[in-house]
């Protein structure tokens, strides 16, 4: 066996190291001095090498060997206290789980290089607005963000535009444009929308991102005329294709447009938008017969590609970005004929592009950090409470440590034993806490998603395992060396006179329970100001019903249906709805309700040049009433004011309060924002409804116009049922499914689900902080309770022949469960005194994120404190009626 070769291989080093000694010695007496006996000795023996070789060698396999036998021992001492391993190892495991979940996430979305090749070199052309929009420009992105200075970024250009850069700016090499868009896809006989990207023909190659299978998109498929092709991205091909081969070469309708499906992308790729999932990359050469309106190839005015590229090497980034600004003044000065002033600048950015477009990483960095903070001071907690648990198993172990060290131990071997032991424990609490982490970063996506179906690659992949087993061994280390050491410093005489059980003061102890309560103040008084803040939006009057709603989207556009066709194909779909036993009304809005977006723009009422802002809500006559939203003044719109030349518009309150005030709003009239070229028709206010929210329950009521849904933007055919129902809605999917499918069974429906699941969906993130804040806090509160418990626990049983004498003094039982509990509580002071100013310090970096509640809210702060000091009570009770519960006479004899 190896261990056998080994002691042999230790054998001949020892007899070759005698060898050595007995040849120096003897020509020690022959008169030279120690230091040339030796070298004569080597060169006698002619194996100097050899011997240091051996003693190197048999030296690592001793560290080895002792190594083993410390993770042995630790082993066999984790399983012979089952207690003391189950708290400390669930203790840590939640800490470190909690943390791993929150590092997934923010991996996933904010550190994380998109999957391409060199990733550091991409960059994201970006201008800054310095008097609104360019000349004559009009940007679709929506992709705006901020710099690192705050101000307003746009990554939108024109396609021309980007056509100019790949052609005339050599600074920049693989130029790469694309533009997200929604489609209307027909497989096997059945619609559905799918989210996708727009890409230029060198998309794929520019980025060095290869398919799995097949092929990516090549400049050749990008040509005018050619057939159409689309790239599946892994996850939309797993869900609607069960991820066979065989869908290479099928043929689909897009926005019924044949497409043939050449290659599939990895799981990894989510394109230049990561955190959106994207189901399939087309061609550019696809826009005219299948994009909105605005999404226009040769018209310079309209912005909405987004572009990408590299840095040529040895061209810095200002170089690059001023000969882009030089290009595109050009462009914009030969087909406007207006020179840029300082007035209407574009300033071009490039910024980096590693992790692609970065606008939801900026939406969710400050959610992710937060989490990253709370999930921190779990950790923290537990490591204190693995701290407090080992220097009470090492308090235990006090005779042992003497006895060793009393028969020739030394202490460093001694101490680098104890470290092994927690660094075990660390590594064990680290693989519970991957089985933590799994379901939890689950969750906290479902969570931030939102409205929004994230598409990021979560995974506990190699960085996420590393991570794991950085903080599980840093955590062993540092929080296992204090109790070590302190339990190395033992005097052997004076833990040889200490009885079991009894050990060095409980000083450290104490102080460390302290700071755990302190820590649990903090997440207490923040769960109870994002529970607070959750309970106040819940309890916002929104204006409009919510049960017995359900609500889903359609857009005919995508399947060809002009705007005309698409009107009266919604009269169709609403008699059919109608029409189905148990359905109550049926309204159509262009936008849901609380869905978090809006349509805005100024409003001119007479002699007013300058305009109004005002939320704009296109519907049909019988959206209102569906919703529950009262007219207060005037009429509803009805069906014969879509049909005459004369338009009708309702406004809300808010718009009477603060554009009309002091006049009868019913008769004035105002002209909406221009959505195109001509100039709109004027409005009339027939009537006036009763405030209601529109984006969001946080968003204070705006001034609001109700218009009908003819009068949208040109060819934007996108709408929203809303069916009032007799029971629940949910039950009416699949009758409602049936009756659109009835008028045209290409027709898509998404987004089906109920008004009162749309409000929950909006309140998302406030869900996930009031759940995630509550389960911190819970946990901390556990784990204070654990080490509370374990200190009084720990000085009952040192104090029992104390506590036995003054019971045989006289001393009443009450008394002693007083003297307990009045140190416990001295403890949950401490902490409390020094956690709540820290609480109150912390909650003002959260204040935006809160609603209806001050950081200082003094109902969170008491109903914290309160919660600890009901705990801490609780947790030294048991010790204290043990200690209650002494016999006097069995603990003298004891001792």
Not at 42 to 70: F, I, P, Q, S, Y
Not at 684 to 692: E, K, L, Y
Request: positive net charge; contains cysteine; hydrophobic residues 45%.
């Amino acid at each position: 066996m190896w261990w056998r070769r080994k002691q042999r291989e230790r054998d001949l080093d020892r007899e070759l190291q005698a060898d050595l000694e007995l040849q120096a010695e003897e020509l020690r007496e022959s008169g030279l001095n120690a230091e040339d006996a030796r070298f004569a000795a080597r060169r006698a023996l002619g194996n100097t090498a050899v011997l240091k070789e051996d003693v190197r060698e048999a030296w690592g396999w001793m560290v080895l060997d002792h190594l083993k036998r410390d993770v042995i021992y630790a082993l066999r001492g984790m399983r012979k206290s089952p207690g003391f391993t189950a708290a400390a190892v669930l203790s840590l495991a939640m800490g470190i789980g909690a943390n791993t979940a929150v590092f997934t996430i923010a991996d996933a979305m904010l550190l994380k290089a998109l999957p391409v090749e060199r990733p550091e070199e991409l960059v994201n052309l970006a201008w800054m607005r310095h008097g609104g929009d360019p000349v004559g420009m009009t940007s679709h992105s929506g992709h705006g963000s901020a710099d690192d200075r705050g101000r307003p970024v746009d990554g939108s250009f024109s396609y021309p535009a980007y056509q100019v850069f790949r052609d005339s700016v050599p600074q920049l090499t693989d130029l790469v444009a694309f533009a997200p868009n929604q489609f209307t896809v027909t497989a096997g006989g059945k619609a559905d929308l799918a989210f996708g990207h727009y890409v230029s023909g060198n998309y794929f190659t520019g980025l060095g991102a290869r398919p799995i299978l097949g092929r990516p998109i090549l400049p050749d498929d990008d040509a005018p005329g050619r057939p159409g092709v689309a790239v599946l991205s892994h996850e939309y091909w797993s869900a609607h294709f069960a991820a066979d081969p065989g869908v290479l070469n099928t043929v689909l309708l897009l926005n019924r447009r044949p497409v043939t499906v050449v290659g599939i992308m990895p799981p990894a790729f989510q394109g230049l938008l990561p955190g959106r999932a994207v189901d399939l990359f087309v061609p550019m050469s696809m826009v005219p017969e299948t994009a909105p309106p605005y999404y226009r190839l040769e018209d310079p005015r309209d912005w909405w590609v987004e572009i990408f590229g590299r840095l040529r090497p040895g061209v810095s980034a200002d170089a690059a970005a001023a000969a882009v600004q030089s290009a595109l003044a050009h462009e914009i000065e030969a087909y406007t004929g207006k020179r840029l002033t300082p007035e209407n600048l574009t300033e071009i950015v490039l910024e980096p592009g590693s992790r692609g477009v970065g606008v939801l990483r900026g939406n969710t960095r400050k959610a992710i950090t937060i989490l990253a903070a709370v999930s921190g001071l779990v950790l923290l907690i537990a490591c204190l409470n693995l701290a407090n648990l080992l220097l009470a198993r090492y308090a235990a172990r006090g005779r042992e440590i003497a006895t060793r060290i009393s028969i020739g131990a030394n202490r460093s071997r001694l101490l680098r034993q104890m470290l092994v032991e927690s660094l075990v424990l660390a590594a064990v609490s680290g693989a519970a806490g991957l089985v933590v982490a799994k379901p939890l970063s689950a969750l906290l996506l479902h969570f931030l998603s939102g409205s929004m179906m994230l598409g990021i690659d979560a995974r506990l992949d190699a960085r996420t395992l590393g991570f794991t087993f950085g903080v599980a061994m840093l955590t062993g280390m540092l929080f296992g060396t204090v109790p070590a050491w302190r339990a190395t410093q033992i005097q052997a005489v004076q833990g040889l006179k200490e009885t079991a059980g009894r050990g060095p003061r409980l000083l450290l102890r104490r102080h460390l329970v302290s700071i755990q309560i302190a820590l649990s103040v903090l997440l207490l008084v923040g769960t109870g100001l994002f529970v607070r803040t959750l309970t106040s939006l819940a309890a916002v009057p929104l204006g409009f019903r919510i049960d017995n709603i359900l609500t889903f989207q359609t857009d005919p556009g995508r399947t060809g249906y002009s705007a005309a066709d698409a009107t009266a194909l919604y009269r169709r779909m609403e008699e059919r709805i109608l029409a189905i036993p148990g359905v109550e009304a049926a309204g159509i809005s262009q936008l849901p309700l609380i869905g978090g977006v809006v349509t805005n723009g100024p409003v001119h009422l007479p002699g007013d040049e300058k305009g109004k802002a005002t939320w704009f809500l296109n519907c049909s006559d019988s959206f209102l009433s569906t919703m529950g939203i009262p007219i207060v003044l005037g009429r509803d719109l009805s069906r014969a004011d879509f049909d005459q030349p004369v338009r009708s518009a309702v406004v809300n309150e808010t718009f009477v309060r603060k554009y009309l005030a002091g006049r009868n709003p019913v008769g004035q009239v105002f002209e909406p924002p221009r959505f195109g070229a001509e100039r709109p028709p004027l409005f009339t206010i027939v009537g006036v409804a009763r405030d209601a929210h529109y984006r969001g329950v946080r968003d204070a009521v705006p001034p609001t116009a109700y218009l009908p849904y003819a009068f949208r933007p040109a060819g934007d055919t996108r709408m929203v049922f809303a069916v009032r129902v007799r029971q629940a809605p949910g039950s009416f999917a699949a009758a409602v499914r049936e009756a659109v499918a009835s008028v045209d069974s290409n027709l898509p429906v998404a987004e089906m689900r109920t008004e009162r699941e749309q409000i929950d969906r909006s309140l998302g993130a406030e869900r996930l902080f009031a759940s995630l804040m509550s389960a911190f806090g819970a946990m901390a509160m556990i784990l204070a309770a654990i080490g509370l418990y374990g200190v009084m626990a720990f000085a009952v049983t040192r104090r029992t022949p104390e506590i036995g004498i003054r019971i045989a003094l006289g001393a009443q039982r009450g008394e002693v469960q007083w003297m307990v509990l009045r140190q416990s509580l001295i403890m949950a002071v401490w902490g409390i005194v020094v956690g709540v100013p820290g609480a109150l310090a912390l909650a003002k970096l959260v204040r935006s994120m809160l609603y209806g509640v001050e950081p200082s809210d003094p109902a969170s702060v008491v109903a914290a404190v309160m919660v600890i000091a009901a705990v801490a009570g609780l947790a030294a009770w048991i010790p204290a009626r043990r200690a209650a519960s002494v016999d006097p006479m069995k603990a003298l004899r004891n001792e």
